[in-house]
């Protein structure tokens, strides 16, 4: 079979320059395309200048049809309004959309369900290997410790430029923890604490977000029971590691049918 041939949005963002230098190195696939904003300053280089490693003939467009006509799939680490316009374009040209965006609401949610009508859309708080193993260490304990005995925190940090908290991968995290005591997170959790609270309740989940520098991403799960205390963490070093997940999830959703799917698919963690 042929190199799976992608293209990446937001080219000329951190994320994708390091998703341009990840396809440029790894073997099956290859540059199809770069795309950015109408009016960014990049529209029109040399993705592979733009990215570091010197030209390779991919000029980055501001013009995401045309590119995607000539594509297999689409790797997309933007925002979720840039996310949910990209879906229904990669629907209309019926190739993979692999989705790293975060920060979604529940209209921009349903949009992307919809595109994956005609679409494979592979999507996840976090592209990470190791993030998503996580992510089923954390069903397992929740499930096997019982609220009344383990209260349940997540603690992330994150460079200072993030825009949205809890991170996508604390909510993936929060969501398997959830999932493992079979309650509904929206339900059961408590994003923020401030004043006079009175007692932790038994069964809500809660989140601390933390910002500041450049941290690429730190989580911790913490499971506090009466004297005693179980932490699974995950530290992200280099983006790298979600930028090999995100092409490792094209790869396996070039064969697959349209549908939704997450990183536990492509990784067999379902």
Do not use: C
């Not at 190195?25 to 199809?32: E, F, H, Q, W, Y």
């Not at 595109?115 to 260490?137: E, I, P, Q, W």
């Not at 994150?158 to 999932?179: I, M, Q, Y």
């Amino acid at each position: 079979m042929s190199d799976m041939g992608l293209v990446v949005v937001g080219a000329g963002g951190r994320m994708g320059q390091t998703l341009i230098r990840t396809v440029h190195a790894m073997d099956g696939v290859s540059l199809a395309g770069a795309v950015e904003r109408a009016g960014s300053p990049h529209v029109g280089k040399d993705a592979g200048a733009v990215a570091g490693l010197g030209p390779i003939n991919v000029e980055i467009s501001d013009d995401p049809l045309p590119v995607f006509a000539k594509a297999d799939g689409v790797l997309d680490f933007t925002t979720p309004a840039a996310s949910v316009t990209f879906a229904g374009y990669a629907a209309q040209a019926r190739i993979a959309h692999v989705i790293g965006t975060t920060g979604f609401s529940a209209e921009e949610e349903a949009a992307i369900r919809a595109a994956a009508r005609h679409a494979t859309v592979v999507k996840s708080g976090n592209m990470s290997l190791g993030v998503n193993l996580l992510s089923v260490l954390v069903r397992q304990a929740a499930k096997a410790l019982d609220a009344a005995d383990f209260d349940i925190e997540i603690l992330e940090m994150h460079h200072r430029n993030k825009v949205d908290a809890p991170s996508g991968t604390a909510l993936l995290l929060g969501e398997a923890a959830a999932r493992g005591r079979e309650i509904d997170l929206a339900d059961n959790s408590v994003r923020v604490r401030d004043g006079h609270t009175g007692v932790r309740e038994d069964g809500p989940i809660g989140f601390a977000t933390l910002r500041g520098g450049s941290v690429v991403g730190e989580h911790s799960v913490i499971l506090a029971g009466t004297g005693e205390r179980i932490t699974l963490s995950h530290q992200a070093e280099d983006r790298t590691i979600f930028a090999r997940g995100a092409v490792k999830a094209a790869l396996w959703a070039r064969e697959k049918k349209p549908g939704l799917y997450s990183m536990l698919d492509v990784l067999g963690l379902t």
